[in-house]
């Protein structure tokens, strides 16, 4: 057996202690994202290291004997579907939920939770936002993903020290690309820099040609872009056919097939913050990386990022109950349950020790970051100490 799974049976059987183990109903749990559409590409991996985890989980005993039920959802990337879905979940009596890959699709449904007292655990979506829209000590909206606002500090201070520092940002028009653009501006001011031209764009753009040369005109030196979706491939290969050589850089979205696929050649070389990268460093991520490939018997995750996440965040749900040892599960307790987390859970991504607060809802903070680069079409460590840094299990700090 697997000592991640020993380590949660050895929980499971102290917390069902003293209980009788009868017949129990399933205790359902909501999973909501993009599971079709255009960002399946990172929805379906989140899906699948959900999924992964609950069938774990299930293996040992579930929680007090109660299998987990995933209730899943699929928001197709559209805000207006996502609210719906949101809405369905709460009708269907969900605890918790676990889900949301697009900024703005989750930023349309969170009053759902909040006003139904169900903590939602965002494994993906990055805005930051997200979890300040409400008061910290109130708060139902907790997350594993790494928010902008440490990934675009993390990058501009990488690009600033190779002196790369005119940077020309371009961002898509969504939530996503509109908080991304803030928090670029936000970490150059830092640096007490202001970029030297920025492009805006709409989802679905096809060709940025004017917006480049213009970037190019205004001396930029590097690109910084801001888009989840094949956008990012746009302005790849516009740089290519304009045989403008200077870096693409940006978040964790510049490692998902939309880009590397789509821009082909012209990725080489991108740079993009990580929490994850595919490589077996140590004995949790080889595991992982294994029973995924065996699991779900491919050869390569399109996101990894999203898998490891998902599995990270079902397992912070689970290691939460641990905290209610009475078996009475309602929204409040379960928020006050992930705010006190008092066992410590050895994840994919990170050890994660204390990784929420009743002041604090992000478990990820940017000492978890390494930086990424696109080299023959798949992502690896950017340079020698990231990978060097990778070999030791961040917590959060």
């Not at 070389?269 to 077996?280: V, Y």
Request: net charge positive; aromatic share 10%.
């Amino acid at each position: 057996m697997h000592p991640r799974i020993q380590c949660l049976a050895a929980g499971l059987v102290l917390v069902i202690s003293g209980f009788a183990v009868a017949q129990q109903p399933p205790l359902r749990i909501g999973l909501i994202g993009p599971f079709t559409g255009p960002s399946a590409d990172f929805g379906t991996p989140m899906l699948n290291g959900v999924k992964h985890a609950v069938d774990e989980i299930n293996a040992v005993g579930g929680y007090l004997g109660r299998p987990i039920e995933l209730v899943i959802k699929d928001d197709i990337g559209n805000p207006d579907v996502g609210l719906k879905r949101s809405e369905e979940l709460v009708a269907e009596k969900v605890l918790a939920t676990i889900g949301f890959c697009n900024t703005g699709v989750a930023a349309k449904a969170l009053d759902v939770f909040q006003k139904n007292q169900i903590p939602l655990v965002i494994p993906c979506a990055t805005g930051t936002p997200l979890t300040s829209k409400y008061p910290a000590a109130q708060s139902y909206i907790f997350r594993n993903s790494a928010k902008d606002g440490i990934q675009a500090p993390f990058v501009v201070e990488y690009i600033v020290k190779r002196g790369w520092d005119r940077v020309a940002i371009f961002a898509d028009t969504t939530g996503y690309g509109e908080a991304g653009l803030k928090d670029v501006e936000a970490a150059l001011g830092a640096k007490k820099l202001k970029a030297v031209y920025v492009a805006r764009f709409d989802t679905g753009v096809k060709d940025l040609t004017a917006s480049l040369q213009g970037a190019r005109a205004a001396g930029a030196n590097v690109v910084f872009s801001y888009t989840v979706g094949p956008e990012n491939a746009v302005i790849a290969k516009g740089r290519k056919e304009l045989n403008w050589k200077v870096p693409q850089v940006g978040p964790w979205t510049l490692s998902f097939p939309f880009f590397i696929d789509g821009a082909k050649g012209a990725a080489e070389g991108a740079l993009m913050a990580q929490t994850f990268i595919a490589e077996p460093s140590n004995e949790r991520r080889a595991a992982f990386l294994t029973a995924y490939a065996r699991k779900y018997k491919v050869s390569k995750i399109p996101v990894p990022m999203a898998a490891a996440q998902g599995y990270d965040a079902t397992y912070l749900l689970m290691y939460s109950l641990f905290g209610i040892h009475d078996g009475k599960l309602t929204g409040p307790t379960l928020k006050a349950a992930l705010e006190n987390m008092t066992r410590t859970y050895y994840g994919v991504v990170a050890t994660y020790e204390r990784p929420f607060s009743l002041q604090d809802k992000d478990a990820v903070t940017s000492n978890m970051l390494v930086m990424g680069m696109v080299k023959n079409a798949a992502v690896t460590f950017a340079y020698p100490e990231d990978a060097k840094r990778n070999l030791f299990v961040q917590r959060k700090q």
